[in-house]
Antibody
Framework: EVQLLESGGGLIQPGGSLRLSCAAS????????MNWVRQAPGKGLEWVSI????????DDADSVKGRFTISRDNSKNMVFLHMNSLGAEDTAVYYC????????????????WGQGTLVTVSS | QSVLTQPPSVSAATGQKVTISCSGS????????VSWYQQLPGTAPKLLIY???KRPSGIPARFSGSKSGTSASLGITGLQTGDEADYYC????????????FGGGTKLTV
């Protein structure tokens, strides 16, 4: 059974930094691209970042480009989201989501999601 | 404002059928697969339909997906109170940075 468990969320001041983690189990981790998707309070889903199975390719939404960095450690079955220069607009539940494929150049669907971790940016 | 347009809300009685629409364009739905996600209150999204009309293991046949041109639809028959949730369509958009787009979501009230 696929399991994705996010951690690292919390209250952070504007302009601050935070690192989210996602621990994966139940599948061959390096065979799949991994994503972060967020959901602001009362709002819809927004894709944030993706990293290929090898970790060699990444892509980010324009809203976070230059501020957020996705990375992974295939030896530990972990994916991370490094968030800098946080603003109120980044307040959201952040979900880790498993991709169907290994690459990032196209997309089909997210077949498994974690339970999410809440990031609140406020002074 | 998403490039995929869904009605904000739909409602129907238990036992009835409902259809949720997702409208896009040739750069997204028209040339790419559509997936649908169910988000029950207070929980994470769950894959409901993939590749336009396929159901993952464990998803009841009451849920169905279809696509025609630049629009897609999610159908739910035999509505149950447990189906009350937010439903999101999603696809790849060839013109957008990152490509992965969701509709704005539809709140289903049973």
């Amino acid at each position: 059974e696929v399991q994705l468990l996010e951690s690292g969320g919390g209250l952070i001041q504007p302009g601050g930094s935070l690192r989210l983690s996602c621990a994966a189990s139940g599948f061959t981790f390096s065979d799949y691209a991994m994503n972060w998707v967020r959901q602001a309070p009362g709002k819809g889903l927004e894709w944030v970042s993706i990293i290929s199975g090898s970790g060699g390719s990444t892509d980010d939404a324009d809203s976070v480009k230059g501020r957020f960095t996705i990375s992974r450690d295939n030896s530990k079955n972990m994916v991370f989201l490094h968030m800098n220069s946080l603003g109120a607009e980044d307040t959201a539940v952040y979900y880790c989501a498993k991709d169907r494929v290994n690459y990032i150049s196209s997309w089909y669907y997210f077949d498994n999601w974690g339970q999410g971790t809440l990031v609140t940016v406020s002074s | 404002q998403s490039v995929l347009t869904q009605p904000p809300s739909v409602s129907a009685a238990t036992g009835q059928k409902v259809t949720i629409s997702c409208s896009g364009s040739s750069s997204n739905i028209g040339n790419n697969y559509v997936s649908w996600y169910q988000q029950l209150p207070g929980t994470a999204p769950k894959l409901l339909i993939y590749d336009n009309d396929k159901r993952p293991s464990g998803i009841p046949a009451r849920f169905s997906g279809s696509k025609s041109g630049t629009s897609a639809s999610l159908g739910i028959t035999g509505l149950q109170t447990g189906d009350e949730a937010d439903y999101y369509c999603a696809t790849w958009d060839n013109t957008l940075s990152g490509g992965r787009v969701f509709g704005g979501g539809t709140k289903l009230t049973v």
